[in-house]
């Protein structure tokens, strides 16, 4: 059974902290995602990476970085939590070479972001 | 990337069949119709997709007409546990890696 795992389902942190959101996937693939999910606005994409090492800015990219070290994790860094960015955020992953978007996307179970 | 319009609810008694139509007027030539359903505190889960006319698997059926500039989301007699949001989304091939979510459709299954 294909797995997409979040290293925690609640986080609070204080405003300006730095966070880190873990995610693994344990399904060799090539491309992984961080979205943020807000009431009202749908998934909004922040970074994905197509490969290790490698990184794009999705739609709302301020105020976060990633990091993808080896093929199976990607983070992703607030190095300075604000409290606008007390949200859902949603890591996925999906097959295939290059950017081709056609496959099935697996989504991890989320982390709901406090910050105070 | 096709911009997509769906209803933001729908209300359905269990048992019935429920029908979520999707707008995606400048769908690319490439773009798959793809939905994704998403259950309260967990990531959206895929469902079905197809390019045109019908596709159907074990969850839903997927009616996508020759214009392609709309698509039907059928669940067949639908139960409490059908009670989620559904995205519809436009989806490219090789060379375009990002998926697209709007708003979503709530479907609430009514005892």
């Known amino acids: ?116 | 990337l096709a911009k997509t319009t769906q209803p933001i609810s729908m209300d359905s008694y269990e048992g019935q069949e429920v029908n979520i139509t999707c707008s995606h007027n400048n769908i690319a030539t490439n773009d798959y119709i793809t939905w994704y359903q998403q259950f309260p505190s967990q990531g959206p889960r895929f469902i079905i997709q197809g390019y045109k006319t019908k596709v159907t698997n074990e969850v839903a059926s997927l009616f996508i007409p020759a214009d392609r500039k709309s698509s039907t989301l059928s669940l067949p007699r639908v139960s409490l546990s059908d009670t989620a949001v559904y995205y519809c989304l436009g989806v490219g091939g090789a060379g375009s890696y990002q998926l697209t979510f709007g708003k979503g459709t709530k479907l609430s299954v009514i005892p």
Not at chain 1, 45 to 55: A, H, Q, W
Not at chain 1, 69 to 84: M, Y
Request: hydrophobic fraction near 30%.
């Open chain 1, 1 to 116: 059974d294909v797995k997409v795992t979040q290293s925690s389902r609640y986080l609070v942190k204080r405003t300006g902290e730095k966070v880190f959101l873990e995610c693994v996937q344990d399904m060799d693939h090539e491309n992984m995602f961080w979205y943020r999910q807000d009431p009202g606005l749908g998934l909004r994409l922040i970074y994905f990476s197509y490969d290790v090492k490698m990184k794009e800015k999705g739609d709302i990219p301020e105020g976060y970085s990633v990091s993808r070290e080896k093929k199976e994790r990607f983070s992703l860094i607030l190095e300075s939590a604000s409290t606008n960015q007390t949200s859902m955020y949603l890591c996925a992953s999906i097959d295939g070479q290059g950017r081709s978007s056609y496959n099935e996307q697996f989504f991890g179970p989320g982390t709901r972001l406090t910050v105070l």
